[in-house]
């Protein structure tokens, strides 16, 4: 069984681990050495990042929603207001990441639609996500949850130009909560 609940300060070194694990098993795939070298894997470092996060911005400016299986945290999601300030959006999926053996279970669509929920609870009527135009994910947001792609793209600053990002988005947020019944 999964439980999906909101992330607390102690998840820190959860959420830390998680993304680091699926970041590189994600990216390693796909992108040359160099370009994975750039970005900073420094587990302790992420685990700071996180305890910042969840202590100074959670249910502020960030909801960040965790995954639970058999006792054990298998993925999460972080979202807010849109950090970019793209035209008729106005909030963001800042990150969503599944550890491999818990993929292909529908745990992102979950997260996705929770995390929507509480978008539109806080008066947020649509979401943008930006995803590395060479991520095999923009499959799952556009085929699987049906984001249109926005036709705008920026450089990836880390990857000092090498990479880029495209949007895609939700006009309506509602579109991603199941009815309940």
């Known amino acids: 069984m999964t439980l999906i609940r909101p992330a607390t300060l102690n998840d820190a070194a959860a959420i830390a681990t998680i993304h680091l ?12 050495d160099e370009i994975v070298a750039l970005k900073n894997l420094d587990e302790t470092a992420e685990i700071k990042k996180w305890q910042g996060r969840l202590n100074e911005e959670e249910g502020k400016t960030r909801w960040t929603f965790l995954s ?11 979202g807010g207001p849109d950090r970019s300030e793209t035209a008729n959006y106005d909030a963001e999926l800042y990150q969503i990441y ?21 978008l539109a609870e806080k008066g947020f009527r649509s979401m943008l996500v930006w995803v590395m135009t060479e991520n095999p994910a923009i ?4 085929d ?18 090498a990479l880029e990002e495209a949007a ?12 309940e019944e």
């Open 21 to 32: 694990s699926s970041w590189i098993a994600a990216f390693s795939q796909f992108l040359p």
């Open 68 to 78: 639970i299986q058999e006792g054990q945290a298998v993925a999460f999601i972080t």
């Open 98 to 118: 599944v550890l491999p053996d818990a993929q292909q279970q529908g745990l992102g669509k979950d997260l996705v639609s929770i995390l929507a929920k509480k």
């Open 139 to 142: 499959k799952f947001y556009h």
């Open 144 to 161: 699987g949850l049906g984001a249109q792609n926005l036709e705008q793209i920026r450089p990836i600053p880390e990857t000092k130009g």
């Open 168 to 179: 895609y988005g939700w006009p309506d947020i509602r579109s991603l909560v199941p009815d």
